[in-house]
């Protein structure tokens, strides 16, 4: 692995879900981004059946940058988060011109039903 892709797992690989942290740039300022990465379809788990109905877009959602630290939740349209998925959402972030907090949707709209959330 490149040395600036490295990572911290806080949480195994694999998964639905995990835990990361690493460093990046946010303007002109060193952060230390502390991610939980997701997949839409563990997203979904947490969504009304409304919700899930409309639609759920892939999403970063940025917390506040406080004292150099700064929290994000991602969710993928993957069936698991590897090693390749956690590389390709770091580099993704650092690479966000103008990145600010709150929630930044894209990509199509992918609808769950109940049994595809338990």
């Not at 303007?27 to 981004?33: C, E, K, L, Q």
């Not at 990509?107 to 049994?115: D, I, L, P, T, V």
Request: aromatic share 6%; proline share 4%; with cysteine.
């Amino acid at each position: 692995m490149a040395e600036d892709l490295l990572y911290e797992a806080l949480e195994p690989l694999g998964g639905q879900s995990t835990r990361v942290r690493f460093t990046g740039i946010v303007g002109r300022s060193s952060v230390v981004w502390d991610a939980r990465v997701m997949t839409l379809q563990h997203h979904c788990r947490s969504l009304t059946p409304q919700e899930r109905r409309a639609g759920v877009r892939q999403f970063l959602a940025v917390g506040p940058i406080l004292d150099g630290a700064a929290s994000v939740i991602v969710a993928l349209n993957l069936s698991r988060i590897d090693e390749p998925a956690v590389l390709k959402t770091i580099i993704m972030l650092r690479q966000w011109k103008r990145l600010k907090p709150g929630r930044h949707e894209y990509g199509e709209a992918h609808r769950f039903g109940a049994s595809d959330c338990a």
